[in-house]
């Protein structure tokens, strides 16, 4: 099970690059790495997803080192309205249907607030 | 496009009575599904998967039972509610595809009192 370990909370400005990282030591060969976003009394939203080095869509980009034991996500010039908690998810749906392990955990994510 | 439906999105039931959360998937077919629960605290926990129509997988042992009587249809029921079943409930999908992401309803507030 790739335990995944972020801050619980951190604070930006308008304008600022956030990047949030996230630990996991124990991250399996096949395990992908997810990032989600969710707003209050909403379900979480699929953000990007990456196995390693770097990928980048038109919200964020996420950076996996070579070993890949953490990743960070990287949300440019945030806004007001990317305040939310981010979830770093690690995991390997296919070890669910061969084993009945669910390895599709998220843990408390992290509570970004963008300020003025 | 694909779309999920999630309903009630509030729901108040006192101790004891019944519950029925539905789940529905559009626009794709042979997903995946998923029933969490979130507690106030923020994380998710894993209730119940389904690979098919018929085939439940329980994460948790509770008071909860899953159901899915059609292929883009899961249910969440209980026969008698606990005051601990409050929380904030969704459900997802993903496609059968290897790592594909998910992607989750709007949830269901719900408050047993």
């Known amino acids: 099970l790739a335990k995944t370990t972020q801050p619980i909370s951190m604070d930006s400005y308008e304008g600022q690059e956030v990047n949030i990282t996230c630990s996991h030591n124990?991250?399996?060969?096949?395990?992908?790495i997810t990032w989600y976003q969710q707003f209050p009394s909403q379900g979480p939203r699929f953000i990007i997803q990456?196995?390693?080095t770097k990928v980048t869509n038109e919200v964020a980009s996420l950076f996996i080192p070579a070993d890949r034991k953490s990743s960070t996500l990287s949300l440019p010039r945030v806004s007001l309205s990317d305040t939310a908690v981010y979830y770093c998810l690690v995991g390997d749906i296919f070890a669910i249907m061969n084993s009945g392990y669910s390895t599709l955990t998220f843990g408390k994510g992290t509570m970004l607030l963008v300020s003025p | 496009s694909q779309t999920i439906h999630q309903w009630p999105a509030t729901l108040v039931q006192p101790v004891g009575s019944p519950l029925s959360l539905e789940c529905t998937v559009e626009?794709?077919?042979?997903?995946?599904l998923y029933w969490y629960r979130q507690a106030a605290g923020r994380g998710l926990q894993l209730l119940f998967y389904?690979?098919?129509?018929?085939?439940i997988s329980s994460e948790v042992p509770q008071n909860l039972s899953a159901s899915r009587p059609q292929d883009r249809q899961f249910i969440l029921s209980s026969k008698k509610l606990l005051l601990s079943d409050s929380g904030f409930y969704l459900c997802?999908?993903?496609?059968?595809?290897?790592?594909?992401?998910?992607?989750f309803g709007n949830g269901t507030r719900l408050t047993v009192t």
């Open positions: 990456g196995y390693k």
């Open positions: 124990n991250i399996a060969t096949n395990d992908y």
């Open positions: 997802a999908w993903r496609t059968q595809g290897r790592n594909s992401p998910l992607h």
């Open positions: 626009g794709t077919s042979n997903p995946n």
């Open positions: 389904s690979v098919g129509i018929g085939q």
